[in-house]
């Protein structure tokens, strides 16, 4: 079981998609990225804050015992 700790520790991880964010900013002005690489880049990083999402919503469940988590369950 998940608590708040471990809630802040994901919420923490967010800020990595910020440097991704600016690391592919310095990418498209410094090596002249094509529309569809920026276009698969974009979308590789939207993939991945979704995947983070998921995961951080729910570790929120079980720090506070919601859904399916109440009375130490598993979430379905």
Partial sequence: MKNRFDLEDK???TGIFADHLRDLSVN????NLSPDEIAN???????LIESHEK????TFLQA???DGYKNGGVAI
């Avoid at 498209?28 to 090596?31: D, K, Q, R, S």
């Avoid at 880049?41 to 993939?47: C, F, K, M, R, V």
Wanted: hydrophobic share 60%; glycine share 4%; no cysteine.
């Fill in 11 to 13: 919420i923490n991880k």
């Fill in 28 to 31: 498209v002005l410094e090596y």
């Fill in 55 to 58: 995961v951080l919503f729910d």
């Fill in 41 to 47: 880049a974009l979308e590789g990083l939207a993939i």
């Fill in 64 to 66: 506070f015992n919601l």
